[in-house]
């Protein structure tokens, strides 16, 4: 595993950092072993995978809490976000289950993650703060190669998102608004690929650009995509100069100076 000034400084160039094994062999093994039985597919049997999607939510059984509770995990979140700046989440969300199909997927746009719904609203909304959402999570659960639908990732991206958000204020904008204009504004990042084996987690900045894509493999692709919870809002002007690796890559984004603590 990298250093932690290593690991940093990859997350602030590139968006997002992958943590190899970062959730135990077994308690992965048991998160699959639990989400096929919620497909009501047969693991072995591909002619009961007749759907491209499974979305399965609200796992909250006991592999699924561990998961993002390991000691290397929690550090990580320490060095990106900040100690005592994250809350502690005991679920991983839903899980968009890709498998091998002819079907291609109609939720395959260059996007950033939603993280609050204002009253009223149908979409959700991010704003340059990213209320509500202190990271982007992808953790794999199953082997995913560069046929099996692995999230694609426009390396740097996050730095380009800054500006986006930034006319819309405090209320922020929704997904519905924000798809294009950051799709435009990173379409000239390179793409990545988040591939690897059960138990590897990217952990990714809230404005990371990313999109799913058709799965062309022979296993399906088991992955859950959850936020980090933040304890506290993010800040862009503090007095002290602390700022979080998350903070920072905002602020370069938005072109403010940088104190030498940043560089």
């Given at each position: 595993m990298d250093d932690d000034t290593t690991l940093v400084s990859r997350f602030l160039r590139d968006g997002f950092v992958k943590l190899a094994g970062a959730v135990a062999p077994r308690v992965a093994a048991d998160c699959a072993r639990l989400l096929w039985r919620e497909?009501?597919?047969?693991?072995?049997?591909?002619?009961?995978?007749t759907r491209p999607v499974h979305w399965?939510?609200?796992?909250?059984?006991?592999?699924?809490?561990a998961a993002p509770n390991s000691p290397g995990l929690h550090h990580a979140y320490d060095l990106l976000v900040g100690a005592g700046r994250w809350e502690p989440r005991y679920s991983l969300g839903t899980f968009p289950l890709r498998f091998p199909h002819e079907e291609e997927p109609d939720d395959a746009?260059?996007?950033i993650e939603g993280s609050y719904l204002p009253e009223g609203e149908s979409w959700y909304f991010t704003d340059?703060?990213?209320?509500?959402?202190?990271?982007?999570?992808?953790?794999?659960f199953s082997e995913v190669g560069e046929e099996d639908a692995p999230t694609r990732i426009r390396v740097g991206s996050h730095l380009d998102v800054p500006k986006v958000l930034e006319k819309y204020g405090e209320f922020g904008a929704s997904g519905l608004v924000l798809?294009?204009?950051?799709?435009?504004?990173?379409?000239?990042?390179?793409?990545?690929?988040?591939?690897?084996?059960?138990?590897?987690?990217?952990?990714?900045?809230?404005?990371l650009v990313h999109a799913a894509q058709a799965h062309h493999g022979v296993r399906p692709r088991f992955l859950a995509q959850p936020p980090l919870p933040p304890a506290v809002p993010y800040e862009l002007e503090r007095a002290d100069g602390a700022y979080s690796p998350v903070e920072i890559a905002i602020r370069r984004g938005l072109g403010l100076s940088a104190p030498d603590r940043e560089s």
């Open positions: 497909t009501g597919c047969e693991p072995d049997e591909p002619a009961t995978w399965v939510g609200g796992m909250a059984r006991g592999p699924f809490a746009g260059w996007h340059l703060r990213s209320r509500d959402r202190a990271l982007l999570m992808l953790f794999l798809g294009p204009e950051v799709a435009a504004a990173s379409e000239h990042r390179p793409v990545a690929l988040a591939t690897g084996s059960p138990g590897d987690v990217y952990l990714c900045h809230p404005f």
